[in-house]
């Protein structure tokens, strides 16, 4: 199965998430924007993991919870731009280099990969870029412009998710999450 682990957001993160996101749909000529359900950052992309390795990470995500006494926090997103890939563009929001919500996430993605190494399970080792991709393979006219503007988004949970297309519509289902606790 295809997994990653995640944060994902409430609705009221999510639909002005959408607002960005149309934004650049509506200055677009063609894309492959994100469904609302499917917006989330991804923390640590696994791809193709065998079933058996489930339990194992599962373990590896509590012990990485319980070892940083791990609380709700908060993650600021401002800052918009694109990955360009062949002659198409990818979009996403970014958290703030300067939001200590970072360090809490790069702190956790550290452990995780270090459990993740140990335990021979094989992940995605490129350095870690915390974005949420409103788009793909996206072509426009004219520079895309977005007015500047900050999302504070709550952070309760960290989820393992499972990603596969159905019906040929990608879908992510959450098979397992810690609950943060309050701070
Ligand atoms: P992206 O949005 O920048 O494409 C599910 O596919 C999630 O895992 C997406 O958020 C995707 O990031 C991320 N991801 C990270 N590394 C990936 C890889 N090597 N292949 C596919 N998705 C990857």
């Not at 094989?122 to 393979?137: C, S, W």
Request: include cysteine.
């Amino acid at each position: 199965m295809r997994l990653f682990i995640a944060v994902n957001f409430n609705n009221e993160i999510k639909s002005r998430l959408v607002q960005i996101r149309d934004r650049i749909s509506a200055q677009s000529l063609k894309g492959n924007f994100s469904r609302p359900e499917n917006l989330h950052l991804t923390l640590v992309f696994l791809g193709e993991t065998p079933e058996d390795q489930v339990p194992a990470v599962c373990s590896i995500m509590a012990g990485a919870q319980r070892t940083l006494s791990l609380r709700k926090f908060t993650l600021d997103f401002a800052h918009t731009g694109c990955f360009r890939r062949s002659n198409k563009e990818l979009w996403w929001i970014a958290a703030e280099k300067t939001d200590p919500g970072l360090g809490v996430l790069a702190e956790l993605r550290r452990r995780l990969s270090s459990g993740l190494l140990a335990a021979g399970i094989v992940f995605d080792k490129r350095p870690f870029n915390a974005h949420i991709t409103l788009g793909r393979e996206i072509k426009h006219p004219a520079p895309i412009i977005l007015p500047r503007e900050k999302i504070t988004a709550p952070i309760n949970r960290i989820s393992l998710m499972k990603s596969e297309h159905i019906s040929g519509v990608l879908v992510y289902t959450e098979i397992f999450a810690l609950e943060l606790k309050q701070g």
